[in-house]
């Protein structure tokens, strides 16, 4: 089972930025999909961005296009997720899974199947 780990959320006012970190193996990164998805209190878990290890980003939520950004970095067996622009709509829980390359391009949680724990993200002034 490969871990997932997050970090990099908290509290911060709209218009600004925020880095998530999702910590995992360098195998997972190169060679699977990786998915950043939310869930804000009293709604169904999203798909934000998600990103293959050969192809690239493969999906983009337009709830968060030209503000979030993915990126890897296979020496640090990192995915990041790059929030600027923040919004209130925002506040969420973010998470990162993997597919095991098992998701044929979708970007929904139901394709992926390690989970990390989740961390919290507060847009509010």
């Known amino acids: 089972q490969v871990q997932l780990v997050e970090s990099g959320g908290g509290l911060v006012q709209p218009g600004g930025s925020l880095r998530l970190s999702c910590a995992t193996s360098?195998?997972?990164?190169?060679?699977?999909?990786i998915g950043w998805f939310r869930q804000a209190p009293g709604k169904e878990r999203e798909g934000v961005l998600c990103?293959?290890?050969?192809?690239?980003?493969?999906f983009t939520a337009d709830s968060v296009k030209g503000r979030f950004n993915i990126s890897k970095d296979i020496d640090n067996e990192r995915v990041y997720l790059q929030m600027d622009n923040l919004k209130p709509e925002d506040t969420a829980v973010y998470y990162c899974?993997?597919?095991?390359?098992?998701?044929?391009?979708?970007?929904?949680?139901?394709?992926?199947?390690?989970w990390g724990q989740g961390t919290q993200v507060t847009v509010s002034s």
């Open positions: 990103l293959n290890g050969r192809e690239g980003i493969t």
């Open positions: 360098g195998a997972t990164v190169d060679y699977y999909t």
């Open positions: 899974a993997t597919d095991y390359g098992l998701s044929e391009g979708r970007c929904t949680p139901m394709a992926f199947h390690s």
